[in-house]
Every structure is written in C-alpha cells, then in structure tokens.
C-alpha cells in the first residue's frame, strides 16, 4: 500500500508536514478550514492524540476527514489513553479506513492536561508501539496471533534533539531506530549548534528520514509558557528577547520571522530531510511561516 | 513498608456518627513505623474523637488497642472478646489489615481509618517514599536498582520520554527522572549495556487482582 508521504521521504526533497489539533468538541467548522488551507502546501498533516492530554476529538477521525478531503494525514498515536488491544486495533482501523502514517509517541502524562484523575495507561511505551506497527506488518499481533490481512504503514517517532542531558534520549533513539522507523519529526528546535550535534549522530542512521520541529513563537508570554508547562520544549533566553524587542502587538510577526529563518537555514545548509511546523491553534500562520521561508 | 495516611479526621469521625461504643485498633508493624497507625496515634485519635464527641454533648465510649499487626489471623483472634464489647472497630490498619479484621471478627462493623498509599521506605525523618508497585517481575538486577515501574510516572520500560528536562520529571520538576537516574547509576557501575536492549511489553498477569501467592510446602495438610 502507497503512501504519498512515504514516496515524498524517499525523493530526496526538502519534505514539509504540518499539524492540525482536533477541536474539543463536535464543531468541525474551524478544523476544516484548516486542512482545506494546509493540505495542498505540505507534503503531509499530523493530527495530534489528545495533545497534552487535554481530552479532543480522536485522531483516527480526522485523519480520515483528512483523507476525504484529499489531504495525506499522519495518524499520531500516544501510549497515554490505550492499552495494546485498543492500540492494536485503531491500527488496524487506520489502515482499512486508507490511512498509511503513523507517529509512535509515548504521550504527555495525564497531569498536564484537563483530567487529572484519569488513568494513565502507558501499558506500552514509544518503542514497543513502533514494534508493534511492524509486527502487524508481518501478519501478526502483538501476542502471536495470525492477522486475517496485515497492515503497511510509513511509521514515526519523535526525537528531543535539546534535551539536557542528551546521552539517555540518544539511547531511546536508537531503540526507536532498532524497532523500525521511517521517519522522525523532532520537538521543537531552537538553537541550531544544538541541533547539528543531534543531527551528527542522528546521520549514522541514513535511512532514518529526520524532520525538525519548528514551533512558532506567537509571544513572550507563549514561550514562557511553554517553557514552563509544556513537556520537550525549552526556549532560549535569547530567542524571548528578540520576541520582546519587536513592536506592541507585533511578537507573531517576529516569531514568523524566526520560524522562517530556522527553515532557510536548515534547508540552506541541508541539516535535516525537512521540517515539521507546528502553529498550535494558529493554523492559518503556517501558510505565511512557508510563504516567509520560501517554501 | 506499607505507608499510609490518616484520612482527615472529619471523614473519620462522621463514619463512626452512630455508635456509641467505638474500639481504635493500631496495628504495630508497617503503620507504627510510618506513624499513621501504631500505638500513639491510636491514643491520638482516640482522644480527637472524645473531644469532638463531648463538644457535641454526646459522651461515647472510646477503646483504644494495638496488636503487633492485622495482616495475621494469630493477632486478631485473641481480641474477639474484647471487640464484643464495642459496637464498631476503627481499624488504623493499612487496607489488608482492615479486610483481615473484618473477615476474622465478621458481621462486626469494621471501618478504615486510614488511606494506604504505597510501598516504600523511609527516606528521612517524617517523609516517606514510593519505591515499589508489586509488579510481580522485579527487573531492578537490569535498571541500576532504581525501579522503572514505580519511580518513572509512566512506568517505562525503555526510558527516557521526551519530556524530561535537566533530569526533572516532566510531571513534576521537583521529581527526578528515573530514567536518568537509572542511566547514571549504571554508567558510575560501568554496566550500560544492561539497558541498551529494547525490554519487552510488562507482563500484566501477575498483577491481576485479588492475586495469591501459596507456598505448598508450608500449608497443613
């Protein structure tokens, strides 16, 4: 089975993926006008798995619109919510329903999110979820049991390329590459000395395709923000400060400006395979992050 | 040890509202040592209670009794006399001590005064600590010594996430990240290479509950 995502990997261009956040809620109106204006710039749009384990509408769902409307979606599945079977099964869904992309995540804990006293899961982690793609691939499932029909998936991961200490995420890294991955889309990068550091080791991996992850500022108080409540992202002292210096009412343009010369260089000085912008709840920016870095 | 946790005491004291004989039973093992059920705290809450009692004009009658534990029938069988006397039992048991009493002593009415928390070890004066979820499959001979199960909030098996940060838990930055810590205990032994292979999915068989462990060789005949 195809996957356009997979094909656009594997050309050797500078290859763009975008996300979209499903609405909490049954009011589509806005998440449609999001793919509309994304899916034809990209070469493919994640949609997030009750993202910071805010509660959302699933994944799967709007994957699917995402289909219907001749977008390419990456089905992002977290180990938070769902246990093997249920795991397992939306897999198998996913493939039937034509969806060939996945992204393998553990997940943020549930205490980041709006349902402090559910269940974390977490019966599986990244890994074994990356494993278990590839062995229903192989016509079976996780506890040995003949499939009637496999799956085919372009599968992902994610990377922390600024973590501090970077030893242990290098460990999971090549764990994720051993279980069988096509692809990375990384958490936000920021400081690009960082980066080619990651990306030095992340190299010996050639047939991993890597896409950085470019969160775009919208302000000062956003950044902090994240910083301090947003699992993998850190954002540096001096990157706030350019935010701070651009006009009242003008930190979105600055932080636009910065996304796009992010891009140009990692594209310029070919870093990585690609990006992944992510524009939370700011989706229409993403079109004027491409146009302002040339893509 | 089990520690646990005295509920708050307007919780406790509306529970026991309607008697008027009420027996405090402390247990003297995992309670006593994490000072939440043993022989003072019985005195404690027994004497919380009388007061709280009297200032609402009720006089009840208020015994107080410790038994080295109430996970074991041989502790709780010598009280049955005693507890005849009182209409109701407020065990400061953790939750197995509080089933046990009620099993052993049944139809008497037997209520929890305390919330049982966790395993776990004293790690200094007045503060104790989570180490261990009873997984049924200890792998800490492959971690360092440091639990992935327990002291990882998401209990990874192939460690760490994403969201780790300067060796702080995403969940909590006052909380050390296990997976860290794990990482650095065996590169300081030397032994990485126990944790460079992918660890398979957790067995969830063990912990299927109410579990049993037997020992055939130590039961009667």
């Given at each position: 089975?195809?996957?356009?995502?997979?094909?656009?990997?594997?050309?050797?261009?500078?290859?763009?993926?975008?996300?979209?956040?499903?609405?909490?809620?049954?009011?589509?109106?806005?998440?449609?006008?999001?793919?509309?204006?994304?899916?034809?710039?990209?070469?493919?749009?994640?949609?997030?798995?009750?993202?910071?384990?805010?509660?959302?509408?699933?994944?799967?769902?709007?994957?699917?619109?995402?289909?219907?409307?001749?977008?390419?979606?990456?089905?992002?599945?977290?180990?938070?919510?769902?246990?093997?079977?249920?795991?397992?099964?939306?897999?198998?869904?996913?493939?039937?329903?034509?969806?060939?992309?996945?992204?393998?995540?553990?997940?943020?804990?549930?205490?980041?999110?709006?349902?402090?006293?559910?269940?974390?899961?977490?019966?599986?982690?990244?890994?074994?979820?990356?494993?278990?793609?590839?062995?229903?691939?192989?016509?079976?499932?996780?506890?040995?049991?003949?499939?009637?029909?496999?799956?085919?998936?372009?599968?992902?991961?994610?990377?922390?390329?600024?973590?501090?200490?970077?030893?242990?995420?290098?460990?999971?890294?090549?764990?994720?590459?051993?279980?069988?991955?096509?692809?990375?889309?990384?958490?936000?990068?920021?400081?690009?000395?960082?980066?080619?550091?990651?990306?030095?080791?992340?190299?010996?991996?050639?047939?991993?395709?890597?896409?950085?992850?470019?969160?775009?500022?919208?302000?000062?108080?956003?950044?902090?923000?994240?910083?301090?409540?947003?699992?993998?992202?850190?954002?540096?002292?001096?990157?706030?400060?350019?935010?701070?210096?651009?006009?009242?009412?003008?930190?979105?343009?600055?932080?636009?400006?910065?996304?796009?010369?992010?891009?140009?260089?990692?594209?310029?000085?070919?870093?990585?395979?690609?990006?992944?912008?992510?524009?939370?709840?700011?989706?229409?920016?993403?079109?004027?992050?491409l146009d302002a870095a040339g893509l | 040890m089990i520690v646990a946790e005295r509920k708050p005491f307007e919780e406790i004291k509306e529970s026991v509202r309607a008697y008027e004989r009420i027996l405090v039973l402390g247990c003297g093992t995992c309670v006593s040592v994490c000072l939440a059920g043993g022989e003072r705290e019985v005195a404690i809450l027994a004497s919380q209670l009388r007061m709280a009692f009297r200032l609402g004009g009720r006089e009840v009658e208020i015994g107080e009794l410790t038994i080295t534990r109430q996970c074991d029938r041989e502790y709780i069988e010598p009280i049955r006399q005693t507890a005849a006397l009182y209409d109701v039992i407020l065990s400061m048991a953790c939750g197995a001590g509080v089933q046990l009493v009620a099993e052993v002593l049944e139809p008497k009415v037997v209520l929890p005064a305390l919330n049982t928390r966790f395993i776990g070890v004293t790690e200094a004066e007045g503060v104790w600590g989570e180490r261990c979820m009873a997984c049924g499959d200890c792998l800490l001979a492959y971690t360092g010594g440091i639990c992935p199960v327990t002291m990882c909030a998401k209990g990874l098996l192939n460690g760490p996430c994403g969201g780790t940060d300067h060796g702080k838990c995403e969940v909590d930055r006052e909380k050390d990240c296990a997976w860290t810590l794990i990482y650095r205990r065996l590169e300081a032994q030397g032994r990485l290479d126990m944790i460079e292979r992918i660890f398979e999915p957790k067995r969830f068989g063990p912990r299927l509950h109410p579990a049993r462990v037997m020992r055939e060789v130590y039961q009667r005949a």
């Open positions: 089975m195809a996957s356009r995502f997979k094909e656009a990997l594997e050309s050797g261009k500078f290859v763009v993926t975008a996300e979209v956040g499903p609405p909490k809620g049954t009011n589509i109106e806005k998440l449609l006008h999001h793919i509309d204006l994304l899916k034809d710039r990209v070469d493919a749009l994640n949609v997030t798995d009750n993202q910071s384990a805010v509660m959302r509408i699933c994944s799967l769902a709007v994957c699917k619109l995402i289909k219907d409307r001749g977008g390419e979606p990456i089905l992002q599945v977290t180990c938070r919510d769902k246990n093997r079977l249920a795991i397992q099964s939306e897999l198998l869904g996913a493939h039937v329903l034509g969806i060939h992309n996945v992204l393998c995540l553990t997940g943020d804990h549930i205490v980041v999110g709006d349902h402090i006293d559910a269940m974390p899961v977490f019966d599986i982690d990244s890994v074994h979820l990356i494993q278990a793609v590839r062995t229903l691939e192989q016509g079976k499932d996780m506890a040995g049991n003949e499939l009637d029909g496999p799956v085919s998936f372009c599968v992902g991961a994610t990377a922390t390329p600024e973590a501090d200490p970077l030893e242990p995420q290098l460990l999971k890294f090549k764990k994720k590459v051993r279980a069988g991955i096509n692809f990375v889309q990384t958490q936000a990068v920021y400081d690009l000395d960082k980066f080619r550091r990651f990306m030095e080791f992340a190299r010996k991996f050639d047939r991993v395709k890597v896409l950085a992850g470019i969160v775009l500022l919208a302000s000062v108080g956003m950044a902090r923000y994240m910083n301090a409540n947003v699992p993998g992202i850190f954002v540096p002292e001096e990157m706030i400060q350019e935010l701070a210096s651009a006009p009242k009412g003008k930190a979105i343009e600055k932080g636009i400006e910065i996304a796009a010369r992010l891009i140009r260089t990692i594209r310029d000085e070919g870093i990585c395979d690609g990006v992944h912008i992510m524009a939370i709840g700011r989706e229409e920016r993403v079109l004027d992050i | -």
